[in-house]
Every structure is written in C-alpha cells, then in structure tokens.
C-alpha cells in the first residue's frame, strides 16, 4: 500500500515538473515589445489616431506569422482602431469586423469573437441601427458570462448602458453602467473605469441630474488633464458643457464648446460640426436667433443624413430657430426631419421635443386642431418616459434600502463568524497531529522528488544519447535526418530558403591505414569541431557517415551557403593538423544544393551528394553546388 502510494506522489510530482519545463518552453517564445503594445490597447487607448496606427504597424511587423495567439490580439486592436469620420468608413469597419468573425465563427462564444462582435456594435451605434445593435450586445453579454470573461462582460454592459442612456431608457442605462463601473474597478482598469464613469455622468445629466453628473466630470477632466490624455479631456469638456448647458450657464456652456470645436476643427470636422449645433442651440436661448441660424447652416454642410443622432438635433435647432424667426412653413420641414431621425434612433427624448415644438408652431399659425394633435403626442411620449423614470427609480430605491438582504448577509456574516471561531477551535485541537502529518507527507516528497530528478536526469541522458554520435558529440545521422526533414517541410509551408552543406574528409581512408584508426578518429573529432564552430546560431552539424558530414543551414539562400562551405574548406585547411600528428595534413569537399522544387529530402541530398562527387572529381578541396 505504501508502495502505491508512493507511486501515486511520485506522478503527481512529475506531473508539476512536466508543467515547469512546459511553462519554461513556452516562455521561450517571449516577445516582450509586441505584449507591451497588446496590453496597451486592452487596458488604455493610443493618443491619437496616428499612434494608433503607428502602434498597429509596430505589432503586426513584430508578430509572427505563426504566432496564433498573439495574431488574434492584433486583430482585436485592428477591429477597434478603424477610422470611423465617414459612412463608408464605418461600413469599411463594420466589414473588417464580419470578415473576422467569419474566420472565427467554428469558435463561438470565444473572447475573440466576443470582442469582435462588440467592435462591430460600436460601429453600427453609429448608423443608427438601435435594435440591431441591442440585440447583438444581449448575446454576446450572456457568451461572455458563460465563458467567464468579466473584461468583456464590463465592455457589453457599457456599450448597452449607453446605447439606452441615448434613448432615454435611464433605468437600464444605470443598471448596466454601474454593473460595469464594478467589474472596471475589480479588475483595477482604470482607464475604462473612468470612461464608464464619464457615460454615468452623462446618463445622470439626461435624467436631469446635472449637477451630479457636473461633479463626476469635474473629476475626470481634472484626472486627464494630469496624465495628459487631450484627446480624453476634450471628450469630458464636451459633457461638461452639456451639464452646464442643462444648469442654464449658458455662457460658460458656450465657451467650453467654443474650445473642444477649436479643438477638433482639423482632427475631426463632424465632432467640430456638432459642437456648432450645441453653441447654436444655446444661443437661441439666449435669443440671438440670427446668430444661431448662420451656425446651423453651416453646420449642415458637414451633417448630414447618415450622421444620425447630430443630425436629428440639427434639425431640431433649425425648426426651433425658424419658429423664433416666424417662418413657420421652413420650421416645420426642419421639424419632419428630425423627427424621421429620432425614430431611426428610438429617441424618445427627442421625439418629446419634437412634438412639444410643432404644437407650439400650430399653436402660432392658429391650426389648433393640429396643434391639440401634436402636444396629444406629446404626453404620450412624455408619460412613457415618467413611467420608464419611475421604473428606474423604484430600482434605485430597492437597491439602497432592500433591509431583507441586508438583514440576510448579516446573517450570513454572524454564521460565518461563527463557523470561523470554530475552525480555530479545531485547529488548535489538531496542531500536533497536522504536524507530524506535515512532516511525513515532507519526506515521503522529498524521497520522491529526489527519484523524479534521477528518473528526469536519466531519461534526458538517454535521449542525448539516442541524438548523439558517440565520437564527434554531434548530431548523429538519425537525429540530422528528422531536423532536415523538419527545416524542409516548414520552408515548403512558408516559402523561405533552405540550404545544406554536404561534406567528407579527402583520403581519410589512407589516414586510418597509414596512421591507424585512433589518429583517424582525432581528424574526425576536429573536423566535428570545427564545423561547428563554423555555422551560426540555428544551424546544425551532424555526422552522418565515417568520414561524411552534413551541415543543415534553414532560411539560408545558396548564396550564403557557398559562403559558409567555403570558410568551411579555408579553416580547414589552415588549420594546425600537425597538433595530432606530425606532418598531417587535411582538408574535405563539400557539395552544396538549395531548396527549390524537390518533393521529399531525400532527392535533395542526392542532388548534394551529385554535387559532392564533382568537388571530388575537380581535384578534391573544393566546394561545388548542383
């Protein structure tokens, strides 16, 4: 029995070497510069557009084509980093990231197409398709709970939380923002965490919250305008403006909108464009109508249609300023597009407003049946927005003062004590018992471990043995076959030269039968060495007769291995071979061939032992290629 038990240790030991040697091998294929950028653009994002770009290139050059893992990671960066200002961009993008999840489907639900298709949504949020976009951020929400991703959890439910924030739909907005505030935190992202919070801040700016929402963006432009993150600072400046915009500081709105256009007048011309509408929209407030008109024309020249959300305002600025201006019949028109821009959206807000503003416009013209008709539509949107508040504020108060669960993790808390105290009790009980245990188990997995580190030590000493000549400590003629087979087959697979050096020693036969077979073994011995000296890191030396060699040199063109063989013969030939025996001297010939179109190894070699026999023929001492 304690044999058997022995036994059983002795694998699980062995096990936990095997995965140390695994772990080590792996790490052998470190790439550190290429990691460092893929852990940027999961955990932060590049400056600019330019060193998103220029980062991108950096990691593809330094990826290998074969290096899976990381491949999929430069994809990811790839997907979120496409340029995004214009509608067929956005298509581009939105391709990018359907090709991909092709490619990746037979692995569905998986972190990569997770992530894929969450890059996809951020795309088509652009274009306006709200259930689309809702429906595809629910399911990859629940693949990302079941393959227990929480990264990718948080970025679903904030996604989500915004795309319902837009629509007014605040109760959801805050349940899936706060659930994502808690998995950015938990995972210490900070970055993310605090672009979550700048949504949060904006969901409780539409609830009519400003002055919460004004705090927590106080906070964040202060964070980025210390870690010198422009492009961040100018985004938070822009919510800032909104919240102060809604406090009725409209000077201070404007002049906070004023720098961010500044700002992105170059960089980003639709961004640019949509701060014109709010500083418009807030000069109406302020009636300079006139004023506000010339900025909304001009802002339509960048915002068009398919900029949906900006458009829909634009529209609804223009009816709004043309109503002020008395023209009825152009403030309606401007009134039929944005309404047909906030259906696209499913933006109840704007719809509210939209029908708040044409009962006024009807009200105006003295059509008071159209107009009844209009404010009719307008409480009912503004009732299913009180109820949807109403909602999201029984949740609220559910969640602060639930006393039930309160009073059950208390419970939960005074047993756990308990159940605490009593582990320690039975602890103190055990202590003499654990220890002599301790000690055994110690033992027994020192003896253990010691038979595994002979048992590891012996079996590499054999496989050494079984790769190894015995004479010249080299790669035996087994050994050199298999890794020839092996620089052949990945040269095939990824089109890069392979080339080998095929020689032997010139008359070593009349060195054994005139200086007898011990001398003969010394030439061999130093020929081995000098080989080996010869070739560079990668290649391999291996004999594979008496007196035949053959040097492996991979993602080698024939070229360089001409050049190579011939330092080879020089070396040589120079070499001091009286150090072995008086007046000896040696040299070899060499065949040299390439990889062009052969089918297996073996026509290669002929075509190095072919060339061989002409660097013989040519007098010996020479180096010839087939």
Same mark, same amino acid.
């Not at 070739?535 to 190579?564: K, M, N, Q, W, Y």
């Given at each position: 029995?304690?044999?058997?038990?022995?036994?059983?240790?002795?694998?699980?030991?062995?096990?936990?070497?095997?995965?140390?040697?695994?772990?080590?091998?792996? #790490?052998?294929?470190?790439?550190?510069?290429?990691?460092?950028?893929?852990?940027?653009?999961?955990?932060?994002?590049?400056?600019?557009?330019?060193?998103?770009?220029?980062?991108?290139?950096?990691?593809?050059?330094?990826?290998?084509?074969?290096?899976?893992?990381?491949?999929?990671?430069?994809?990811?960066?790839?997907?979120?980093?496409?340029?995004?200002?214009? #509608?067929?961009?956005?298509?581009?993008?939105?391709?990018?990231?359907?090709?991909?999840?092709?490619?990746?489907?037979?692995?569905?639900?998986? !972190?990569?197409?997770?992530?894929?298709?969450?890059?996809?949504?951020?795309?088509?949020?652009?274009?306006?398709?709200?259930?689309?976009?809702?429906?595809?951020?629910?399911?990859?929400?629940?693949?990302?709970?079941?393959?227990?991703?929480?990264?990718?959890?948080?970025?679903?439910?904030?996604?989500?939380?915004?795309?319902?924030?837009?629509?007014?739909?605040?109760?959801?907005?805050?349940?899936?923002?706060?659930?994502?505030?808690?998995?950015?935190?938990?995972?210490?992202?900070?970055? @993310?965490?605090?672009?979550?919070?700048?949504?949060?801040?904006?969901?409780?700016?539409?609830?009519?919250?400003?002055?919460?929402?004004?705090?927590?963006?106080?906070?964040?432009?202060?964070?980025?305008?210390?870690?010198?993150?422009?492009?961040?600072?100018?985004?938070?400046?822009?919510?800032?403006?909104? +919240?102060?915009?809604?406090?009725?500081?409209?000077?201070?709105?404007?002049?906070?909108?004023?720098?961010?256009?500044?700002?992105?007048?170059?960089?980003?011309?639709?961004?640019?464009?949509?701060? +014109?509408?709010?500083?418009?929209?807030?000069?109406?407030?302020?009636?300079?109508?006139?004023?506000?008109?010339?900025?909304?024309?001009?802002?339509?020249?960048?915002?068009?249609?398919?900029?949906?959300?900006?458009?829909?305002?634009?529209?609804?600025?223009? %009816?709004?300023?043309?109503?002020?201006?008395?023209?009825?019949?152009?403030?309606?028109? %401007?009134?039929?597009?944005?309404?047909?821009?906030?259906?696209?959206?499913?933006?109840?807000?704007?719809?509210?407003?939209?029908?708040?503003?044409?009962?006024?416009?009807?009200?105006?013209?003295? +059509? @008071?049946?159209?107009?009844?008709?209009?404010?009719?539509?307008?409480?009912?949107?503004?009732?299913?927005?009180?109820?949807?508040?109403?909602?999201?504020?029984?949740?609220?108060?559910?969640?602060?003062?639930?006393?039930?669960?309160?009073?059950?993790?208390?419970?939960?808390?005074?047993?756990?004590? !308990?159940?605490?105290?009593?582990?320690?009790?039975?602890?103190?009980?055990?202590?003499?018992?654990?220890?002599?245990?301790?000690?055994?188990?110690?033992?027994?997995?020192?003896?253990?471990?010691?038979?595994?580190?002979?048992?590891?030590?012996?079996?590499?000493?054999?496989?050494?043995?079984?790769?190894?000549?015995?004479?010249?400590?080299?790669?035996?003629?087994?050994?050199?076959?298999?890794?020839?087979?092996?620089?052949?087959?990945?040269?095939?697979?990824?089109?890069?030269?392979?080339?080998?050096?095929?020689?032997?020693?010139?008359?070593?036969?009349?060195? #054994?039968?005139?200086?007898?077979?011990?001398?003969?073994?010394?030439?061999?011995?130093?020929? %081995?060495?000098?080989?080996?000296?010869?070739?560079?890191?990668?290649?391999?030396?291996?004999?594979?007769?008496?007196?035949?060699?053959?040097?492996?040199?991979?993602?080698?063109?024939?070229?360089?291995?001409?050049?190579?063989?011939?330092?080879?013969?020089?070396?040589?030939?120079?070499?001091?071979?009286?150090?072995?025996?008086?007046?000896?001297?040696?040299?070899?010939?060499?065949?040299?061939?390439?990889?062009?179109?052969?089918?297996?190894?073996?026509?290669?070699?002929?075509?190095?032992?072919?060339?061989?026999?002409?660097?013989?023929?040519?007098?010996?001492?020479?180096?010839?290629?087939?």
């Amino acid at each position: 029995m304690l044999i058997k038990q022995c036994f059983v240790t002795f694998l699980i030991i062995v096990s936990y070497i095997s995965s140390i040697f695994f772990c080590i091998s792996v #790490n052998a294929n470190e790439n550190t510069r290429a990691d460092a950028i893929i852990e940027l653009f999961k955990t932060n994002k590049p400056a600019s557009p330019q060193q998103a770009d220029s980062l991108l290139q950096e990691l593809k050059t330094a990826i290998a084509t074969d290096d899976f893992l990381r491949q999929k990671e430069y994809i990811r960066a790839k997907c979120w980093n496409q340029k995004a200002e214009t #509608n067929e961009q956005i298509l581009g993008a939105i391709s990018y990231a359907n090709k991909q999840l092709d490619i990746f489907s037979p692995y569905i639900p998986s !972190k990569i197409t997770i992530d894929l298709t969450l890059c996809k949504t951020s795309y088509q949020r652009l274009l306006g398709q709200v259930d689309t976009t809702l429906q595809d951020l629910t399911n990859v929400i629940n693949q990302a709970y079941t393959i227990e991703a929480p990264l990718l959890i948080a970025h679903g439910h904030s996604q989500r939380g915004t795309l319902h924030s837009y629509q007014g739909n605040y109760s959801a907005s805050l349940e899936d923002l706060l659930t994502a505030q808690n998995h950015y935190e938990s995972l210490k992202l900070t970055y @993310w965490a605090n672009i979550n919070l700048g949504e949060l801040a904006t969901s409780y700016r539409r609830f009519g919250d400003a002055k919460t929402a004004l705090k927590y963006q106080l906070q964040l432009e202060e964070i980025y305008k210390t870690e010198g993150k422009i492009f961040e600072a100018n985004d938070i400046n822009i919510q800032i403006a909104s +919240s102060l915009e809604q406090l009725k500081k409209l000077d201070e709105a404007n002049a906070r909108y004023r720098v961010s256009q500044q700002f992105l007048v170059n960089k980003q011309p639709v961004i640019s464009a949509d701060m +014109s509408i709010n500083i418009a929209n807030n000069l109406i407030s302020l009636g300079q109508y006139n004023r506000a008109l010339i900025l909304l024309q001009q802002a339509e020249n960048t915002i068009t249609p398919e900029f949906n959300a900006p458009y829909s305002f634009l529209q609804l600025y223009l %009816a709004n300023v043309q109503f002020k201006l008395n023209n009825y019949p152009a403030s309606l028109h %401007a009134l039929q597009n944005a309404e047909e821009a906030f259906i696209i959206d499913k933006n109840q807000r704007g719809l509210s407003k939209v029908h708040l503003l044409r009962s006024n416009i009807y009200a105006a013209d003295k +059509s @008071w049946q159209d107009a009844y008709l209009a404010l009719r539509n307008h409480l009912h949107v503004h009732l299913a927005q009180d109820k949807s508040v109403l909602t999201k504020l029984n949740a609220e108060l559910q969640t602060r003062f639930d006393t039930d669960r309160i009073k059950h993790e208390n419970t939960l808390l005074v047993q756990h004590a !308990k159940d605490k105290e009593m582990q320690l009790s039975m602890l103190q009980r055990n202590k003499t018992m654990q220890i002599i245990i301790i000690t055994l188990v110690g033992i027994i997995l020192i003896l253990v471990s010691i038979f595994a580190y002979k048992q590891m030590h012996h079996k590499h000493q054999f496989k050494k043995l079984a790769f190894t000549d015995e004479l010249t400590k080299i790669a035996n003629r087994r050994e050199t076959y298999f890794q020839a087979e092996k620089f052949l087959t990945f040269s095939k697979r990824n089109q890069t030269p392979f080339s080998l050096i095929f020689f032997d020693a010139d008359y070593f036969k009349l060195v #054994n039968d005139e200086l007898g077979h011990y001398i003969g073994d010394q030439v061999l011995i130093c020929l %081995a060495d000098i080989a080996s000296n010869v070739i560079r890191s990668g290649d391999i030396v291996g004999r594979v007769g008496g007196e035949e060699f053959i040097i492996l040199l991979p993602d080698t063109d024939i070229d360089t291995a001409l050049s190579i063989a011939n330092r080879l013969l020089t070396t040589i030939e120079q070499y001091e071979w009286s150090i072995i025996s008086n007046d000896l001297t040696q040299t070899v010939s060499a065949g040299v061939v390439s990889y062009q179109e052969e089918k297996n190894l073996s026509e290669l070699l002929l075509k190095a032992d072919k060339a061989l026999y002409e660097a013989k023929a040519a007098g010996r001492n020479h180096v010839k290629t087939c």
